[in-house]
């Protein structure tokens, strides 16, 4: 999925489907957050495997193989290509890739120009049986990378995503708007002609069915009832794995239902070792009235340090007006007031004015959050407590006169941590002159 463009945003909004958790960043190899889905029992997937087309051609072909000569490439003739594919009845696009399954799943092997039953038993325990078609299915994604899989350079250049927009839709994807989806996914990410969007609209819808047919027949997607595109059980499997091997966040509904009875400091806590996911935060919220939530959470913010505040702002962020008045209550906190008028104006609601050294303050307390939250990255980065545009290396050298308490802790922080030379540099002057300022005081 790395070398694909993904815009759940923009595919959602084609498909007219509300968004179930908050809506990803639209960009190249970012981690994505899906929402939580309900597996089948493992046991239950792996009995579905050998019915699924592909994997039961894959597994006829092996027998009628036998053991016969290959092509230098480790290809049947054309000659005994042909004699499959009318022995199988498929056609000869869908006899090749049951050949490479065969093969790269060790159904078949191929020593010294000759193809011979392999090494796997056909009968397998149940988590041999999912590794087996997670194989299957890298087989096909593989294909597509290579535009080898559908015929349609459209849809293989955008299978990855399709397969994970599909994945985010609960109830399906109607077939229409899925076309709409990958005309978008290839405008922004090939920027085409005027003239080949056009030639692409009027085919792209036609090549679509073909594809889904395909995939129809590799076990990964099926029809619903109301004539929607919807994963298989098997389907949903193999792509949250591939979702996960890519480093996005696709939790199971077993996994947050762990979290969503937990109090607020539980939570918090939680979040703050690492323990849980944005989705289980979702989920939290969603079993909650958002004023109680915000107060309950506030409440946490207030007793804590800055790795609480960091976490509480994030959970906040996903709250809107309804959760203004346990908000506006923390104005009166000296901690969380700057917190509370920032999350209120960003809002458009009335709230105290924040100064310059407001936002330092702000900026220093978020990256403060990243002594204490476990599993922060090494570097911090671009510093995304800025906002984009401002000058870093300027931002960080007001940082020396902040009356934060963690400081020089912060400037320590960036000076040892971040990438960019220059913004490390101001960091440790900065820490010089913040721990100068600090000994004045003192004395």
């Known amino acids: 999925m790395a070398n694909n463009v ?9 498909i007219e489907e509300p968004a179930p958790v908050e809506t990803p960043a639209p960009q190249v190899r970012e981690a994505l957050t899906f929402p939580p889905v309900a597996l089948a029992a493992d046991a239950e997937l792996a009995v579905a ?43 000869r696009a869908r006899l090749r890739l049951a050949w490479i399954v065969a093969v790269n799943t060790r159904l ?32 096909v994604l593989d294909q597509a990378d290579t535009s080898r899989l559908t015929g349609s350079r459209v ?12 994945y985010s839709v609960r109830s399906g994807v109607a077939i229409a708007n899925l076309a709409k989806g990958l005309l978008q996914s290839h405008e922004v990410a090939c920027e085409p002609s005027q003239a080949e969007l056009r030639e692409l609209s009027g085919s792209l819808p036609g090549e679509l069915l073909e594809a ?17 595109i919807a994963l298989t059980p098997l389907g949903v499997w193999a792509v949250r794995h591939d979702l996960l091997r890519e480093g996005h966040e696709a939790p199971t509904l077993a996994e947050v239902e762990v979290f969503a009875g937990l109090d607020a400091e539980a939570l918090v806590e939680s979040l703050v070792s690492g323990a849980v996911t944005q989705s289980a ?11 109680q939530a915000a107060r309950d959470l506030l409440a946490v913010a207030t007793a804590g340090g800055a790795g609480h505040r960091g976490a509480v702002g994030a959970i906040l962020e996903e709250l809107g007006p309804e959760a203004q008045s346990p908000v506006r209550d923390s104005l009166a906190d ?3 007031w700057r917190y509370a008028a920032s999350w209120l104006h960003i809002r458009d609601l009335d709230a105290p004015p924040l100064s310059s050294d407001d936002h330092t303050w702000i900026a220093v307390d978020s990256v403060a959050a990243l002594l204490h939250i476990s599993g922060s990255p090494e570097s911090v980065g671009e510093f995304g407590a800025l906002e984009s545009g401002e000058d870093l290396v300027r931002s960080v050298g007001e940082m020396a006169g902040s009356s934060h308490p ?13 990438g960019d030379a220059a913004v490390a540099k101001a960091a440790r002057k900065a820490a010089m002159k913040a721990r100068s300022l600090q000994t004045t005081k003192l004395g």
Do not use: N
Request: aromatic content about 4%; glycine content about 8%; some cysteine.
């Open 6 to 14: 993904f815009d759940l945003a923009e595919l959602r909004k084609l």
């Open 49 to 91: 495997v050998p019915g699924v087309p592909l994997v039961a051609d894959a597994i006829k072909l092996t027998a009628w193989t036998g053991e016969r000569p290959v092509t230098d490439e480790g290809l049947l003739s054309e000659t005994d290509a042909a004699a499959a594919a009318k022995e199988l009845g498929v056609s």
């Open 108 to 139: 078949l092997q191929i020593v010294r120009g000759t193809a011979s039953r392999g090494a796997l038993p056909l009968r397998l325990p149940a988590e041999a049986t999912l590794e087996f078609w997670d194989g299957v299915v890298m087989d």
């Open 155 to 166: 849809i293989d250049g955008h299978l990855a995503e399709t397969l994970a927009t599909i």
């Open 212 to 228: 889904l047919s395909l995939l129809t027949y590799c076990g990964l997607v099926q029809q619903t009832g109301t004539g929607r």
């Open 281 to 291: 935060v979702t989920t939290w919220l969603e079993r909650r009235p958002p004023e």
């Open 334 to 336: 000296p901690t969380m």
């Open 406 to 418: 963690d400081t020089v802790a912060v400037l320590e922080l960036l000076a040892s941590t971040h």
